[in-house]
């Protein structure tokens, strides 16, 4: 399951309600950094919640249920907060992509046309197992890999029929939906693309059509 299918549970994991979570989500909130932030940070939303709504005394000592103007704006802020922190996640995974397209103009560090030897050097350079993707009408030449912004990611260089270089970048192998996210580097299109397979990023000389198709194999 990827981190989407986990996310409707993690407020119920904040509030402490985990009665109500599949133990598989429990299991992947320990292992996934992202899911646990998201998680602190719901922990944080409910608890101004609460100081927000509970009594406060008056000057007779009677209680009122009025949340104080402090209490509210830390609400506020906090809310902020959540909001941010999911478009600070999605920004910074496109800030990732254009530096791993960048990377990935590199030479190749491993020269090969043997997909087994490629994925072989992938895994042993990224520790990781690779993914086995099997790409249409492209030639594999070699792979790379860069440390980019503390993530290990692992380029495999292609060639196309009609001569074109394009770069697959795995930036991880966490499977979640299809989606693709195109930017602009320099003029060229590059693909931000979370598949089934993990999170990869699709550049090079060949026309963006050709690089939209191959985006959509992985």
């Known amino acids: 399951m990827s981190c989407e299918q986990h996310r409707p549970f993690l407020s119920a994991i904040a509030d402490d309600e985990v009665r109500l979570v599949p133990p598989a989500t429990l299991a992947h909130v320990q292992a996934c950094p992202d899911c646990k932030g998201e998680v602190a940070t719901h922990s944080l939303l409910t ?8 009594p406060v005394p008056s000057r007779s000592g009677s209680l009122l249920r009025r949340p104080s103007a402090s209490a509210a704006v830390a609400v506020l ?20 992509a254009l530096a791993a397209a960048s990377a990935a103009q590199r030479p190749p560090q491993f020269h090969s046309m043997d997909e087994a030897a490629i994925g072989a050097w992938c ?8 993914p086995l993707v099997a790409l249409s ?20 260089a292609y060639m196309t029929a009609a001569g074109y270089r394009v770069t697959v970048s795995w930036l991880d192998a966490r499977p979640s939906p299809l989606s693709i996210v195109d930017r602009s580097a320099a003029g060229r299109t590059v693909l931000l693309v979370r598949s089934p397979s993990g999170t990869a990023v699709v550049a090079g000389e060949a026309p963006a059509p050709t690089l939209r198709s191959i985006a959509s194999q992985l």
């Not at 902020?80 to 999605?90: D, I, N, R, T």
């Not at 895994?123 to 690779?130: D, F, I, N, T, V």
């Open 137 to 156: 009408s492209l030639t594999p030449v070699g792979a790379r890999a860069d440390q980019i912004a503390g993530v290990q990611v692992i380029t495999v």
């Open 123 to 130: 895994e042993r350079e990224s520790g990781r197992p690779m």
């Open 77 to 96: 802020l906090v809310a902020a907060m959540v909001v941010g922190l999911a478009g600070w996640y999605g920004l910074r995974r496109q800030d990732d």
């Open 47 to 54: 608890a101004r919640l609460r100081e927000a709504a509970a």
